[in-house]
């Protein structure tokens, strides 16, 4: 890479800034609060007038009867494709433009996107609205400096991803826009931080238990069958044979924290007997037994582990309580799966922004995978393609609190390290 190049490509960024915190600014302002799913088409229509007079040509793609998708509350997602006239690879930026809810206790207005010290404050400034700015200022300045660049440069913002990317990425791996053919790198600005890249996340499984029982009056125990006493039975076994099991299984995936290493249970719900009455009823519960016991359970698998024994697991502990406790009966049903997913530290992609990384932060980028998951998995399983990750400004710990932030200085050094790996694969 000629020095000059790199040095006005970093020049141009660094110019930029002031666009940049603008840019980020509207994005927040326009509140795609997910659930319900609002405002998806105005950020679309956004984004396309922008990009479209930088060059790109723009689509816009309703998932059209995916989950969650009505007339009410439509599904959109944005592709834009620049393309630098010379034959060569496709580099893609995915970004998700939906955020979650306020909550309470901010002191800052969600909405607001006000500029303070340095930091932009708002809900998806960090998740991921500061990504996505920072890759569309990265793209616009790299086609400035090389204009007759190889191949082509794609900016996506899609829906939904925190509610699974069912209207969103997955949607569009269905349609082919991740297909091998057309997309040969995939770069997921989230807030992981500037020196860090994300090379995947652990898988999930989630499931419904329920137990049964027979209804009886509450003074005569005896004539009826507990399906809450029986799950105090699965809930015994899980601390006695399944935690310690799990405790034992340990990855070799960099997952961070540190504390997710190794397989996790959560019990997301548990709810049994006559339902709750609203708050504002007056009265008393009635005497039954209950006849029906449930919980949620959420199980994160490690890359070693095969979905198929991490349920085996399960369903052997439940038999070995059937085969011993009288009258025990349970159904299981099987809620959400996500298989793990990490892509090779010698991929093209990770060697690429690792080398612009040290380039720009003078320091060795670290090597993370996420305990949770994120649209990596459409991208990986549906689409096909390994060849991605993710990387981007914002301290992953603000993602969804209040007075959420992103740090101006952070977006444009990921911007910068973005710019540099456009210019390493393309230019
Ligand atoms: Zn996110």
Redesign the pocket.
Known sequence: MSDTIQSRLLDEIAAREADLVRLTQDLVRIPTLNPPGRCYREICDFLAARLKAGGFHVDLVRAAGARADSDAHPRWNLVARHDGGRPGECVHFNS?HDVVEVGHGWTTDPFGAELKDGRIYGRGTC??KGGLAASVIAAEAFIATCPDYRGAIEISATAD?ESGGYGGVAFLAEQGWFAPDRVQHVIIP?PLGKDRICLGHRGVWWAEIETMGRIAHGSMPFLGDSAIRHMSAVLEEMERTLYPLLAGKHTAMPVVPEGARQSTLNINSIHGGEPEQDAGYTGLPAPCVADRCRIVIDRRFLIEEDLSEVKAEVAKMLEGIKATRPQFDYEIRDLFEVIPSMTDEDAPVVTTVQAAIEKVLHRQADFVVSPGT?DQKHIDRIGRLKNCIAYGPGILDL?HQPDEWVGVQDMIDSAKVMALTLRELLG
Request: net charge negative; aromatic share 14%; no cysteine.
């Open positions: 998700h998740d991921m991803e989230e994120y993602a």
